[in-house]
Each structure stands twice: as structure tokens, then as C-alpha cells.
């Protein structure tokens, strides 16, 4: 909420989570889902942590280095 509020404050694009991004992120948990019977803890793991890695992406709105929604880019 808060980086949509900064966004449209600052009159900057405000966008919609392309579905793309997300069936990216249902597929690996499906693809998890099916091999993980076969996957050492270490490759689960790296599974789980990249695709939290992208949730939070999307979550944030990861764009043009406005990382976790934080102040950085205020007035750029």
C-alpha cells in the first residue's frame, strides 16, 4: 500500500502484478510439488528461497530499483 501511495503521490506509473510473473511462481510450486519426493533438502531449499525470492518481488513492486518499497527513489 504504502509504495502505491508513494506512487501516485509522486504522479509515477502505478501498475497491475503481470499474471505472467505469478503463474511463473505456481508453476515451480506445482514443479516442487511433484519432484520433491526426489530432491535433496539442500535443492528444496533453493526451490523455496527463490520462489519467496519472487513473491516478495511482486509483493513489493520491484521496479526501477524501488527495492522493498523503500524511499530510495523519492523524487528520482
Request: charged residues 35%; without cysteine.
Amino acid at each position: 500500500m504504502s509504495s502505491y501511495l508513494r506512487k501516485a503521490g509522486l504522479q509515477k506509473e502505478i501498475y497491475s502484478i503481470p499474471d505472467e510473473e505469478l503463474h511463473k511462481i505456481y508453476t515451480g510450486i506445482v514443479e516442487l510439488k511433484n519432484e520433491f519426493s526426489y530432491m535433496s533438502d539442500e535443492e528444496i531449499r533453493e526451490k523455496i528461497t527463490k520462489m519467496q525470492s519472487d513473491f516478495l518481488d511482486i509483493y513489493n513492486y520491484k521496479k526501477d530499483g524501488d527495492v522493498g518499497g523503500n524511499n530510495e527513489n523519492m523524487g528520482n
